[in-house]
C-alpha cells in the first residue's frame, strides 16, 4: 500500500516488525489471528450495533491500521482516516439447536483461516451470527500486530 497524502505513517514497532515479517513467510499461518467470542443477550438492533462500532473504530487508530513495506527502508503504519465496519451478519436460527455449537465453531474456524492482508486496513473483522435462540454471537477477528493481549478483550472463548 503506497500512503497516500493525509495518511497519518508511524514507523512499526519492533514486535509489529516482527509480526509482519513472520505473516509475510507464512501466509497459512492464522498463529497472529485473534479472536473474542461472546454472547449478546437480548434484542440486537444490528444497525445501532454497527454505528457503536465505527465510533470505536473512528476513536482508535490501530483498528484503522495497515502496513506498508515494499520499496521503502522500514515497514510503516498507515492509519486510514475512515473506514467502513467490516461487518457480516450470518443467520443460524435456523440451525437445530444441537448442531448450532458446531456451526458456530466453523463460522470461527473460517474466520481465523480467512486472514488478513496485512496492507489493507482494517485489519479486523466483526461476524453477527443469529442464534436459533433471539440471542445472537459475536466474533471478533483482528491480526495480533495492531491490537495485543494487554490491550484487548478478556478471552471469553
Not at 65 to 90: C, D, H, N, S, Y
Request: charged share 20%; hydrophobic share 45%.
Amino acid at each position: 500500500m503506497e500512503n497516500p497524502q493525509g495518511l497519518d505513517a508511524y514507523p512499526l514497532t519492533e514486535m509489529q516488525a516482527g509480526m509482519l515479517f513472520q505473516s509475510l513467510c507464512a501466509q497459512d499461518s492464522d498463529v497472529y489471528v485473534e479472536q473474542y467470542s461472546c454472547p449478546l443477550q437480548g434484542p440486537l438492533d444490528l444497525e445501532v450495533f454497527e454505528q457503536a462500532w465505527s465510533q470505536v473504530m473512528a476513536r482508535h487508530a490501530p483498528l484503522r491500521t495497515a502496513f506498508a513495506w515494499e520499496g521503502l527502508p522500514a515497514p510503516m503504519q498507515l492509519v486510514v482516516p475512515r473506514l467502513k465496519v467490516p461487518l457480516r451478519r450470518i443467520d443460524l436460527s435456523e440451525a437445530p439447536p444441537e448442531t448450532y455449537g458446531a456451526r458456530l465453531q466453523q463460522v470461527k474456524r473460517e474466520e481465523r483461516q480467512a486472514g488478513f492482508d496485512l496492507s489493507h486496513a482494517p485489519m479486523m473483522r466483526l461476524v453477527v451470527a443469529a442464534a436459533p435462540t433471539a440471542e445472537h454471537h459475536l466474533i471478533w477477528s483482528w491480526h495480533h500486530a495492531i491490537l495485543d493481549a494487554w490491550s484487548g478483550p478478556h478471552r471469553a472463548g
